[in-house]
């Protein structure tokens, strides 16, 4: 079936999201998104932007109202992660870049929905968060970046293996409630800033942060056991890693490292995310290579002096 062209057309900026194009193009038309999607015959419900909300469309009828190819169309929409491990595209507009959403008011980028777009593609502007954080030091966020780039490598290469293990390192950073969602995708600048440092970590020494975060805190131990039923093996290492720290380090870890429920949105800097840091300035004094013992004591030590706190 085909239908008459729409009489206004903008044409879609680089990387556009195909939603956020319908949305401008319902406004060129005076209509309401809604109204338009019934036009195309895009149905009733939200506006499509994931390749498989494009799944039942009447392709004639909706590339002759817009004048644009299948092709053309679907490269606006974004991947179906539903079978990855970590969930790298968020489905709302989490950030955004000031710099374009000026010139084009309620424009949204493809690009900006993936966890590891840090800057505009168009325009090279640090993307802004919806939930800035108040501040976030250069460290954490230069970590934060190479994680960024791990985990794009990661799934550029498709290593399912790589993914899982970083989806293991964001679930033992989110039982400690610091990070609380841990999510790479958070729209929380600061949680997302954690996780992406945490995927960082996790690349070089998969578990050294981890243990150095479980010391004494058995019931995290068993909350993983519980989430991973099929990890076992992974957290019993962890478990014996934090053990042998408690072991050199006895009786200081309660009183210096509180896991209690803290409250969403208190700026109380975090002590996993000081624990990450200290595991990898050990790493890079050490080499990836080094004894783990001695890691692990060398970044006990570092997390002990830095006050355990990030300042
Ligand atoms: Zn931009």
């Known amino acids: 079936m085909t239908v008459r062209p729409l009489p206004f057309r903008p044409p879609p900026a680089r990387d556009e999201l195909l939603s956020s194009w319908i949305g401008r193009l319902a406004k060129a038309n005076h209509c309401s998104a809604e109204e338009l999607c019934g036009y195309l015959g895009l149905g009733q419900g939200r506006v499509p932007e994931h390749i498989n909300d494009l799944g039942q469309v009447d392709w004639t009828r909706l590339c002759s109202a817009v004048q644009r190819t299948r092709d053309e169309i679907a490269a606006m929409s974004l991947p179906d992660t539903v079978h990855h491990a970590v969930r790298y595209v968020s489905r709302h507009d989490f950030q955004h870049c000031p710099g374009c959403t000026e010139q084009t008011p309620d424009l949204a980028l493809r690009h900006w929905r993936f966890a ?52 293991l390192t964001l679930h033992v950073v989110s039982m400690l409630d610091v990070g609380r969602s841990a999510s790479v995708i958070s729209a929380n600048e600061r949680e997302r800033s954690i996780a992406l440092a945490a995927v960082d970590v996790g690349k070089t020494r998969p578990l050294l942060g981890a243990a150095i975060i479980l010391r004494a805190n058995d019931r995290t131990v068993r909350g993983l056991r519980r989430a991973f039923p099929k990890h076992g093996r992974v957290i019993e290492r962890i478990r014996a890693m934090s053990h042998a720290l408690d072991r050199r380090l006895p009786g200081r870890w309660e009183t210096e490292h509180p896991t209690g429920q803290k409250t969403y949105g208190t700026s109380r800097p975090s002590a996993s995310e000081s624990a990450l840091q200290a595991a990898r300035q050990a790493i890079s004094e050490l080499g990836t290579e080094a004894d783990r013992q001695v890691l692990l004591a060398r970044a006990d030590a570092i997390w002990k002096r830095s006050g355990g706190i990030e300042s």
Request: charge should be positive; glycine fraction near 6%.
């Open 116 to 167: 590891w777009s840090l800057t505009c593609e168009t325009c090279g502007q640090s993307l802004a968060a919806k939930y800035p954080a108040g501040a976030v030091s250069e460290r954490l966020l230069a970590r934060a970046a190479r994680g960024a780039q791990a985990l794009e490598t990661a799934v550029v290469n498709n290593n399912l293996r790589r993914l899982r293990r970083m989806e």
